[in-house]
């Protein structure tokens, strides 16, 4: 490599991909690196990898996938702003704006995109916060906007709307079938916590009992097409 080429690669943002989903990875890795002011620095498939990954790479951009296998990405989002206040941070999801959208920005992000989006749309929300800018389509402002003018009324858009991240994730893995035990074990909680958590859920959601809790649960996550 030619010493003109070190000092353009040194210019060029670092990208760090976060997603569970080979062909994402390839493909975003593939699309990135043709920009003349973006390079993919590393990719990982699961949280742990992703904070070794930054640790070592120390990336200008990561771009997370909300959700990575059982795990909910929020979380990762949360512990990555949390370490690393200066990264700026992309999400990526398939996953309903209007409910996670807001969430994301709050845990951490800059920018939200769908991945049902044209693939200008993520080089555009990248260049967008590494600028210092907040990335959101006007279809998710507008959803915001609502959300937020409804919230001032008292009112809710979503019936998960109450619950917070931590709630939220393990609303998704009580509709996806995981029992208590395992709950506990992959969110490093013990059972009296998470039964806990399943208190505070079915309070705020009005459920009288842990079956109407399951039963909505998954529901919930097959009108979110979450569920194969």
Not at 113 to 142: F, T
Not at 185 to 203: A, F, G, H, P, W
Request: glycine share 6%.
């Amino acid at each position: 490599m030619t010493r003109q080429n070190n000092i353009a690669n040194k210019l060029k943002n670092k990208v760090l991909i976060v997603d569970d989903h080979p062909i994402v990875c390839n493909g975003l890795a593939e699309l990135i690196n043709q920009q003349n002011d973006f390079d993919v620095c590393g990719t990982a498939n699961n949280d742990i990898e992703a904070m070794t990954a930054i640790r070592e790479n120390d990336p200008d951009v990561a771009i997370v996938d909300i959700t990575l296998g059982d795990k909910n990405g929020l979380r990762l989002i949360e512990d990555i702003s949390e370490s690393y206040p200066d990264l700026r941070m992309l999400t990526l999801s398939m996953h309903d704006e209007s409910i996670y959208a807001e969430r994301c920005l709050r845990a951490g992000a800059r920018g939200y995109v769908m991945k049902h989006e044209p693939p200008n749309k993520i080089v555009k929300a990248m260049r967008a916060i590494i600028a210092g800018d907040i990335y959101i389509s006007g279809l998710v402002g507008k959803q915001m906007l609502n959300k937020f003018v409804k919230k001032e009324s008292g009112a809710y858009t979503s019936p998960t709307d109450p619950l917070s991240n931590r709630e939220l994730e393990i609303f998704e893995m009580i509709g996806k079938g995981t029992k208590t035990r395992d709950i506990a074990d992959q969110l490093c909680l013990s059972v009296k916590t998470v039964e806990s958590y399943m208190n505070r859920i079915k309070t705020k959601m009005n459920y009288k009992d842990s079956r109407k809790l399951f039963l909505h649960a998954v529901q919930w996550l097959m009108s979110e097409n979450k569920l194969d």
